[in-house]
């Protein structure tokens, strides 16, 4: 039996992901699913068997850490004694940008510290990538390109789904062929509401894009080469099928 190992990095549409990957993943295979280090799941791995990673854009990712913290139920849970540092975004960066110590030691307020999360969640030793601990970009762009990476974008969900099943398979979903816009709407992507407010990236000032930028230079490099090489395995799939998968612009 196939095992695919779903590293869930928090706030990448990740339990969203796992629901539709159980609901269409072939019943001799099976998913393993859990919010924690890249490193500490490949050690189940056996032969055979493939890691899948998600990674967004880090802006979005980065100002959705907020949102979960402030906002939601476990947010507030988990930083129940320090609300004050989540009266706004700004607050919130501001306190992990100019810390008097390293950036990395900053309190995190028991939720989720923003420095390079999705290049720590894939280099990481321990069981999870919620707080800080040192991040590898040279060993995060290994793993990105590895044949047992099967990568997924946030921002590209539906090709990403593409992607997984036609490994899982050896066939492609007739929900993958852009072209054919009947067929394209029969996907039904799963969406795991957290109650957090209605928000958009308008909602952010210079200053916090400046802020979030300092705080995902790592992640930017990760995003950026991740997208290359899931336009790439895209790309090679559409060659093989002779069908259209990405109509949108990448």
Request: with cysteine; aromatic share 8%.
């Amino acid at each position: 039996m196939t095992t695919y190992h779903h590293v869930h990095i928090p706030k990448v549409a990740g339990i969203s992901l796992a629901k539709d990957i159980r609901r269409h993943l072939p019943q001799s295979h099976r998913l393993n699913t859990r919010e924690g280090c890249y490193i500490d799941m490949a050690k189940l791995m056996q032969a055979g068997d493939r890691m899948v990673v998600a990674l967004r854009e880090p802006t979005s990712q980065v100002y959705s850490q907020y949102l979960e913290c402030a906002d939601d139920i476990w947010g507030k849970y988990v930083t129940k004694h320090y609300r004050q540092s989540f009266s706004s975004l700004s607050t919130w960066l501001h306190h992990f940008t100019t810390a008097k110590e390293e950036i990395g030691k900053a309190f995190d307020f028991n939720c989720y510290h923003p420095l390079n999360m999705q290049t720590r969640a894939l280099t990481c030793a321990s069981r999870s990538a919620h707080h800080f601990q040192p991040s590898n970009i040279t060993l995060a762009l290994e793993i990105i390109r590895q044949p047992s990476t099967l990568l997924a974008i946030t921002e590209f969900y539906h090709e990403s789904m593409c992607l997984i099943l036609e490994n899982a398979t050896g066939s492609l979903p007739s929900f993958c062929n852009c072209k054919e816009q009947e067929a394209w709407r029969a996907f039904h992507p799963s969406h795991d509401v957290h109650r957090v407010r209605r928000h958009s990236l308008r909602d952010l000032s210079p200053a916090d894009h400046a802020e979030i930028e300092s705080l995902t230079q790592e992640d930017s490099r990760l995003y950026a080469a991740a997208v290359h090489e899931f336009r790439r395995r895209v790309l090679n799939m559409e060659r093989k099928y002779k069908v259209k998968v990405l109509c949108r612009s990448i």
